[in-house]
């Protein structure tokens, strides 16, 4: 196995193992909101990772280690503000706190300042899950507000850089 973390766009072709990734994260972490993720289909991802790479202000981005994925990192323009982008950033257990997530968010901001036009990015996480906050923090996202995710507390970050 490669020893060295590669950043790859996700393609169809990466489907099945987007979803195998998306669904083992979900059993290891309650930070992991994906709506229907147990119904999605491996035509219906393939279809979706199209789309999104069709789009100009959305991105999916993965961690590779070897041939597994160890994370991905994700950027959805929101479609009650248009401007703005939505990141997500899921990190395989086994790998949390070695830096995964940091090279995943860093990705994700440079492809934000240099091939979007998205505005800002926005994100919303836990309150309890206080290793993500101090990432994003030292990533330069700025809480903006106190919110409620499915009756748990929760912050709204941004990151502005343009």
Same mark, same amino acid.
């Given at each position: ?32 909101? #994906?709506?229907?993720?147990? *119904?999605?289909?491996? =035509?219906? &991802?393939?279809?979706? $990772?199209? +789309? /999104? ?18 994370? #991905?990192?994700?950027?959805? *323009?929101?479609?009650? =503000?248009? &401007?703005?982008?939505? $990141?997500? +950033? /899921? ?72």
């Amino acid at each position: 196995m490669a020893d060295t973390v590669k950043i790859k766009l996700a393609e169809p072709k990466d489907a099945s193992k987007v979803l195998s990734f998306l669904r083992q994260a979900a059993t290891e972490s309650d930070a992991v909101t #994906i709506p229907h993720l147990e *119904r999605v289909t491996v =035509k219906e &991802e393939q279809e979706n $990772l199209q +789309v /999104i790479n069709d789009s100009d202000d959305c991105v999916i981005l993965l961690a590779i280690l070897g041939e597994q994925i160890i994370g #991905i990192v994700t950027v959805m *323009r929101l479609a009650e =503000k248009p &401007e703005m982008g939505e $990141l997500g +950033v /899921i990190v395989a257990q086994k790998y949390w706190r070695q830096g995964i997530g940091q090279l995943l968010v860093d990705e994700a901001q440079y492809w934000y300042s240099n091939y979007s036009s998205l505005s800002g990015l926005v994100l919303d996480v836990f309150e309890d899950n206080l290793p993500a906050i101090n990432l994003y923090r030292k990533m330069n996202f700025v809480v903006q507000k106190h919110v409620q995710i499915a009756g748990r507390p929760a912050l709204l970050m941004t990151y502005y850089s343009k």
